[in-house]
T-cell receptor
Framework: DAGVIQSPRHEVTEMGQEVTLRCKPI?????LFWYRQTMMRGLELLIY????????DSGMPEDRFSAKMPNASFSTLKIQPSEPRDSAVYFC??????????????FGPGTRLTVL | KQEVTQIPAALSVPEGENLVLNCSFT??????LQWFRQDPGKGLTSLLL?????REQTSGRLNASLDKSSGRSTLYIAASQPGDSATYLC????????????FGQGTTLQVKP
């Protein structure tokens, strides 16, 4: 299996631009998670989906952030408009279980976002 | 609110030494605890998962223990090697059973040849 795939690996953009991050979970996994990692705050869960349905989006920082999962093999995280404080590494992870699952989560390589 | 703390933040040891990384959590009502490894510029790799009913898990030179009542976990690395150099993160599945992992800030380990 190829593991969790994220694209792009690196993104540099200017303040005010729209940014779209993409994730392909491991085939057969039912849960998908978006995390953000910064030096100051560490790893934080932004949103999690189960069977393509958003279950917990309490970590989404503000309305500028949105996430979708149109099917079991694809998810996007969009920031519009982007701000310098959004600069971070964004990780996608997936796991087998159903809603509320505590199965092992498998992480992608991350997207390093820099907003100038 | 569940909080996870890892001490120390950084650790440097000579090759061959046995070492212990510490993780503590404030709410003992957890479902499980995971230890991850993160190499620079890379994603996280799951090392060990301990269910709340278990006391320890072992994989090769790694041994993780869990003491729910005291809110502590340790990751023991035997005979450390330079290839073990990385950041080690612990994370707990919190009491609400939402699938949400709460992470510590990590311990950055350097093993010197």
């Amino acid at each position: 299996d190829a593991g969790v795939i994220q694209s792009p690996r690196h993104e540099v953009t200017e303040m005010g631009q729209e940014v779209t991050l993409r994730c392909k979970p491991i085939s057969g996994h039912n849960s998908l998670f978006w995390y953000r990692q910064t030096m100051m705050r560490g790893l934080e869960l932004l949103i999690y989906f189960n069977n393509n349905v958003p279950i917990d989006d309490s970590g989404m920082p503000e309305d500028r952030f949105s996430a979708k999962m149109p099917n079991a093999s694809f998810s996007t995280l969009k920031i519009q408009p982007s701000e310098p404080r959004d600069s971070a590494v964004y990780f996608c992870a997936s796991s087998r279980g159903g809603q509320g699952s505590t199965d092992t989560q498998y992480f992608g390589p991350g997207t390093r976002l820099t907003v100038l | 609110k569940q909080e996870v703390t890892q001490i120390p933040a950084a650790l440097s040891v000579p090759e061959g030494e046995n070492l212990v990384l510490n993780c503590s959590f404030t709410d003992s009502a957890i479902y499980n605890l995971q230890w991850f490894r993160q190499d620079p510029g890379k994603g996280l790799t799951s090392l060990l998962l301990i269910q709340s009913s278990q006391r320890e898990q072992t994989s090769g030179r790694l041994n993780a223990s869990l003491d729910k009542s005291s809110g502590r976990s340790t990751l023991y690395i035997a005979a450390s090697q330079p290839g073990d150099s990385a950041t080690y993160l612990c994370a707990v599945h919190g009491s609400s059973n939402t699938g949400k992992l709460i992470f510590g800030q990590g311990t950055t380990l350097q093993v010197k040849p």
